[in-house]
T-cell receptor, first 114, second 113 residues
């Protein structure tokens, strides 16, 4: 069974440009999460989808970040325009429905804004 | 305001000995706790969890202890193996919030020969 897949694995863009990160969750997982880790700090929650609906987007830094989940399958996270402080590793995770279910993480996308 | 804290950024342990990784939390609403292990260039991998109704959970070489009154948990690895060298993240959540996790900053464990 395929795990959580993220694309690209690494992206270097200039300040002001747009970047779109993609996440393919484990098939059948209703829950999809985006997290971010900045420069060796804690991994921080960004948002949570249940199927195609945004359940919780309290962790989104500002309106330069836009997340979508098409048809409840894959998800994209767009940063527009990118700023230097957006650099970090963006993780996607998915979990099945139910309480206290284990979240499976992708390998992450390392975003560097120069 | 960091709600989950791992105060030791790194730990070095000899192979065969016990590794003890510590984690403290401040939010009393947290009732489910997890440990994740992370290798370089990989995503975190679930290791072990514990619910607040328990004070200990064991899985092979890994045991997690929870002290609710102290808002403290620890991960014990016995015996430690070189393959255990990784960054370990403590995470917490509230039942009913699925897997919206609050993570600590991680502890880098190095198991030496």
């Amino acid at each position: 069974e395929a795990g959580v897949t993220q694309f690209p694995s690494h992206s270097v863009i200039e300040k002001g440009q747009t970047v779109t990160l993609r996440c393919d969750p484990i098939s059948g997982h209703d829950n999809l999460y985006w997290y971010r880790r900045v420069m060796g700090k804690e991994i921080k929650f960004l948002l949570h989808f249940v199927k195609e609906s945004k359940q919780d987007e309290s962790g989104m830094p500002n309106n330069r970040f836009l997340a979508e989940r098409t048809g409840g399958t894959y998800s994209t996270l767009k940063v527009q325009p990118a700023e230097l402080e957006d650099s970090g590793v963006y993780f996607c995770a998915s979990s099945p429905s139910g309480f206290n279910t284990e979240a499976f993480f992708g390998q992450g996308t390392r975003l560097t804004v120069v | 305001d960091q709600q989950v804290k791992q105060n030791s950024p790194s730990l070095s342990v000899q192979e065969g000995r016990i590794s003890i990784l510590n984690c403290d939390y401040t939010n009393s609403m947290f009732d489910y706790f997890l440990w994740y292990k992370k290798y370089p260039a990989e995503g975190p991998t679930f290791l072990i969890s514990i619910s607040s109704i328990k004070d200990k959970n064991e899985d092979g070489r890994f045991t997690v202890f929870l002290n609710k009154s102290a808002k403290h948990l620890s991960l014990h690895i016995v015996p430690s193996q070189p393959g255990d060298s990784a960054v370990y993240f403590c995470a917490a959540t509230r039942t009913g919030t699925a897997s919206k996790l609050t993570f600590g900053t991680g502890t880098r464990l190095q198991v030496t020969l």
